[in-house]
């Protein structure tokens, strides 16, 4: 891949990962330019373009059309980390994502316009030499979607089991969220993510099953039964409360998987959009997930024409492309197959494996 055509150039690929994060970044830079405006005051949805409708008074008026903003910038710092290191590294990735508040690390143009206040707080632990296990926000009401927002990456690297990957997902988040609620969002959400990779049939149905067999076999009890606590709490938001838009990472999690019941890439972008107030991070989370789904020739051109940043990203896509796609695990002790022996969590892998070829 790659040419000066950009985004463009990524016509014809059909690597699933590739969409992934290229989905992500174009729901972000989508959303950029109606965020911070209610759902009454979005414009109609055939409207909802990288460039708003004339006299839309956009929150960011400095920025170009097509420019990702913290949520591309922060899962590409995460991405760029997985890849260059071969492991999730902590110290790693918290590095870098200092490096982008900095010095605009991963940031188009280098322009750090949009950072949130709870990963802005954690960040200046971390400068102050704390800990990126400590420098998280632990309360109840740090549960902003700013882990959540950055996580895809580590789904479609992972080679290991769904528990190996909840675990890392879990420490992704905490340099700057570090209360269990985010951590079960970004765990969920990973799950889902390989879901979308392997086709299943219900990725939210299955994530959340296979979400509790991971935690019923936590190893430390005490924190199980507070995951599995903050499981509850999320299946019974996800149930029970109507889908905002907001910057809550429940309400981010529900709101993208509401606007994913399109049936195209421009559909769930549009979607996401329409509900509002935190735009850019809502329809990141949900566009990542509808790359994974539709693949990059799903994504409108128009859209892949308009991003911008091809330069940060061309070669980590390829390093990535070049990676051996995640496999479900059957037999093995962390297994797909069962966690420590448990019975599979209702999929046929033999199936869910010929119904991906199939589809490629
Ligand atoms: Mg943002």
Avoid at 57 to 81: F, R
Avoid at 183 to 200: E, F, T
Avoid at 332 to 338: L, R
Avoid at 352 to 359: D, H, L, N
């Amino acid at each position: 891949m790659g040419n000066d055509n950009g985004f463009l150039s990524l016509a014809g690929c059909d690597d699933e990962r590739v969409g992934g994060i290229v989905g992500l970044l174009v729901g972000d830079a989508l959303g950029v330019s109606f965020e911070f405006h209610n759902a009454a005051s979005i414009p109609a949805r055939e409207l909802i373009e990288m460039t708003p409708p004339p006299g839309f008074q956009t929150a960011h008026s400095g920025v170009s059309p097509g420019t990702w903003s913290d949520d591309g910038s922060q899962a590409i710092c995460l991405l760029a980390s997985l890849l260059q290191c071969g492991r999730f590294s902590l110290s790693d990735f918290a590095q870098r994502l200092l490096q982008w508040a900095d010095e605009g690390y991963m940031a188009v143009d280098g322009d750090v316009f949009d950072i949130g206040i709870q990963t802005s707080r954690a960040l200046q632990r971390l400068r102050e030499g704390k800990s990126p296990r400590e420098s998280g926000g632990s309360g109840e009401r740090d549960n902003g979607n700013g882990s959540l927002m950055r996580v895809l990456p580590l789904a479609l690297w992972h080679p290991g089991s769904d528990r190996a990957v909840v675990g890392a997902a879990h420490v992704q988040s905490l340099p700057t969220h570090a209360h269990p609620r985010s951590q079960v969002a970004c765990a969920i959400y990973s799950l889902v993510a390989r879901a979308y990779l392997w086709k299943l049939d219900d990725p939210w149905t299955w994530a959340d099953a296979r979400l509790q067999a991971v935690y019923e076999q936590w190893a430390d009890e005490a924190s199980a039964r507070t995951f599995l606590a903050e499981l509850d709490v999320l299946r019974q938001f996800l149930k029970t409360e109507t889908p905002r838009g907001t910057g809550y990472v429940l309400d981010t999690l529900l709101t993208a998987k509401t606007a994913l019941e399109e049936g195209t890439f421009q559909g769930v972008a549009r979607a996401a959009i329409q509900f509002g107030n935190d735009t850019d991070s809502t329809a990141a989370v949900a566009c990542g997930l509808a790359g994974l789904s539709f693949g990059i020739d799903g994504i409108p051109t128009r859209w892949l024409d308009q991003l911008r940043g091809f330069d940060l990203i061309e070669s980590l896509l390829d390093m990535l492309a070049k990676r051996p796609t995640p496999e479900p695990f059957e037999d093995d002790e962390w297994g797909g197959g069962g966690v420590d022996g448990m019975p599979s969590v209702l999929i046929d892998w033999s199936e869910a494996r010929e119904r991906r070829r199939r589809a490629r």
